[in-house]
Nanobody
Framework: EVQLVESGGDLVQAGGSLNLSCAASGLSFQDYAITWFRQAPGKELEGVSCLSINDATTYYPDSVKGRFGISRDNPKNTMYLQMNNLKPEDTAVYYC????????????????????????WGQGTQVTVLS
């Protein structure tokens, strides 16, 4: 059975940092482009990061560009989202997911957000940023 399990979410002050982790079983992250999404209270699912299979291409929306960084450790079958200079508007549940397509771009991220698919998704981890 495929499982993705996020961890590392916490309550932090504005300006602080967190590093989220996503550990996979039943699949190998090295075979996929990998992504992070978030859903804030009352908001729709939003893509915040994507990393291509061979780490050649990244995607970040303007809302997090320069503050968030996606990475992977293939031997550990784990992916990460480093979040710096956190803002109250970053408060959300954060989800990791695999991408079926091979291109990290805004269009493919929007498709994933709209259908909550088509790849594998974790259960989410809560990030709360205080002002």
């Amino acid at each position: 059975e495929v499982q993705l399990v996020e961890s590392g979410g916490d309550l932090v002050q504005a300006g602080g940092s967190l590093n989220l982790s996503c550990a996979a079983s039943g699949l190998s992250f090295q075979d996929y482009a990998i992504t992070w999404f978030r859903q804030a209270p009352g908001k729709e699912l939003e893509g915040v990061s994507c990393l291509s299979i061979n780490d050649a291409t990244t995607y970040y929306p303007d809302s997090v560009k320069g503050r968030f960084g996606i990475s992977r450790d293939n031997p550990k079958n784990t992916m990460y989202l480093q979040m710096n200079n956190l803002k109250p508007e970053d408060t959300a549940v954060y989800y990791c997911a695999t991408m079926v397509t091979t291109i990290c771009n805004s269009e493919n991220m929007a498709i994933m957000a709209r259908v909550r698919g088509p790849g594998y998704w974790g259960q989410g981890t809560q990030v709360t940023v205080l002002s």
